[in-house]
């Protein structure tokens, strides 16, 4: 035998014997993890959320965990006024909105929504979460979009295309005034307004309602109606 069969044979031997006692002492490595159903996953979430940064820039913010520490994954986009005239009326000028992923099974729906502002009123907040968080849902079930990811870039865009009807969602929440246009006619304009009997909430218990909406967004409708209840009960 020459010397370079001589050291292909000891070289296969090696290799074989490696393998053998990584098998007995269970050292085997570990398999790569399947891909999550539909499309989800956080590797493709941060795809999504990175497209959505490219295409709004500073309207788009994202708070993810760190190293083992993956889920939630917050991505906030700060909606301005669309340039319309349905929307130009209002004295509200922008509407921001949090899509929160809690997971990475995508089947299972882990997702809720949150609006972070203090120029809205509690049950505003609550009504505009629920009414987007229950089309992420809806959307994400829909057959025609497996395989398609979290749709945040399509959900952002659905917000903008609803945000009128989002900001005016609870009549009891929105005042109008006189307003005088250029051309000197008279139009009415509308305005988001906090109750005074919200504001007069016991200042901590606000703060803490408030805190626990913003680290808990799953619970961020319950508190709602906690708050709801306190505007609204009579006070000693």
Not at 45 to 54: G, V
Not at 74 to 79: D, E, F, L, N
Not at 94 to 106: H, K, N, Q, R, Y
Request: net charge negative; hydrophobic share 40%.
């Amino acid at each position: 035998m020459d010397v370079k069969a001589a050291m292909e044979a000891r070289k296969k031997k090696m290799e074989e014997a490696a393998a053998a006692a990584a098998q007995s002492e269970g050292g085997q490595p570990e398999p790569e993890p399947a891909p999550a159903a539909g499309g989800g996953g956080r590797k493709a979430l941060l795809a999504e959320i990175e497209k959505a940064a490219a295409k709004w820039g500073d309207q788009v913010q994202v708070v993810k965990g760190g190293k083992g520490e993956p889920w939630p994954v917050y991505v906030t986009r700060t909606i301005p006024q669309p340039d319309k005239e349905t929307a130009s009326v209002w004295d509200v000028f922008e509407l921001p909105i949090t899509l929160v992923v809690e997971g990475s099974d995508i089947e299972a729906l882990p997702v809720s929504v949150t609006v972070p502002t203090d120029d809205f009123p509690m049950e505003l907040k609550a009504a505009i979460a629920e009414a987007v968080e229950r089309k992420w849902k809806a959307t994400l079930k829909d057959p025609r979009a497996k395989g398609k990811g979290w749709l945040i870039e399509m959900m952002f865009k659905q917000v903008e295309k609803t945000w009128v009807d989002l900001v005016g969602l609870v009549p009891g929440c929105v005042d109008t005034y006189q307003a005088v246009a250029a051309d000197g006619s008279t139009y009415q304009r509308k305005v988001v307004v906090i109750r005074q009997e919200e504001e007069e909430i016991d200042p901590e218990i606000l703060e803490q309602q408030v805190r626990i909406c913003r680290d808990h967004p799953g619970a961020f409708r319950r508190n709602a109606a906690a708050l709801l209840y306190l505007s609204t009960s009579p006070r000693g």
